[in-house]
C-alpha cells in the first residue's frame, strides 16, 4: 500500500514540477528560485580537512581542529540551511526516496571536482531494527545512485551492530562515547582498498568519524567523506 500511495504522490506531484522546499509550480528543476537564491552551496570558501563552510578558506576550522578523526578528508554540497533541511528530513522520515537521484547527482558534481580515485562505495549504516522501522537506510538510496553514476563499486560492508541513543542533544564527545564500538567493517571486503563513504548530513563529524574507524581498524587505506550538507561550528547566513 505505501509503494502504490508513494506512487500516486509521485505521479501528480513530480518533483521537478513543483519547488522541492516550498511546493511552488516550477516546471523545471528542483527548487524555485526564492528557494534557490537561499541554499548556500559551499565553494572554495571551506575547510579543507572537514569542506564545511567557513569565512575563507583554512586547512583546518573550528569544528574539526584538534580533533583525532579516522576519515581523510570531508566534503560537502551545501551549507544546513532551512530551506535544505526539510527537504532532508522528509527524505529521511517521510519515504521521500525520489530525492536521492538528485542529492547523488550533486554528490557526483564534487566528487569530479576533488579529483580521487577510490576503490569502493558505501554508506553509513542504520541499525537493522531502525532501517526496518523506517522501511529503507537514505545514505544506502544516495549511495546507489551515486554509483550508477559514477561507476565506482557499491559495498555494503559497514554494518551497526549495537542499539545507540539518540545523538540530538550531544555534543561532540557525548557523541563518539555513544557511537563507541557501534560499527564494524568487513575485514575481506575492504583491506587496503580507499573507501568513499556517503551519507546525508555532516553534523559534528562523530558519525563519520566512528564509521571511518571502523573500516580503517578493517584495513581500509583511505576514507573520504562525502555528505549532502554540513553544519559549521558557527552557523551564519549571507
Known sequence: MRKFLNLIRRSLFYERWTCNSCGKEIFGGYFCKDCMDKLIEIDHNRCNFCGRR??????????????????????????????????????????ARYHARFFAEKLFEIYKDLGVSVDVVTFVPLSEKREKDRGYNQSKLIAKEFCKLSGVELLDCVFKIRETDS???????????????????????????????????????????AVSKALKSAGATNVTVLTVASISKTVFYD
Do not use: H, M, W
Request: net charge positive.
Open 167 to 209: 545523538q540530538a542533544k550531544l555534543n561532540f564527545e557525548g557523541r563518539v562515547k555513544n557511537l563507541k564500538g557501534a560499527f564494524k567493517a568487513d575485514k575481506k571486503l575492504v583491506k587496503n582498498r580507499s573507501v568513499l563513504l556517503i551519507d546525508d548530513v555532516l553534523t559534528t563529524g562523530s558519525t563519520a568519524n
Open 54 to 95: 567557513t569565512p575563507y578558506p583554512v586547512s583546518y576550522c573550528d569544528s574539526c581542529s584538534g580533533k583525532n578523526l579516522s576519515f581523510d578528508s570531508a566534503r560537502s554540497v551545501y551549507e544546513y540551511t532551512p530551506v535544505l533541511s526539510g527537504v532532508i528530513q522528509n527524505f529521511k522520515y517521510n519515504n
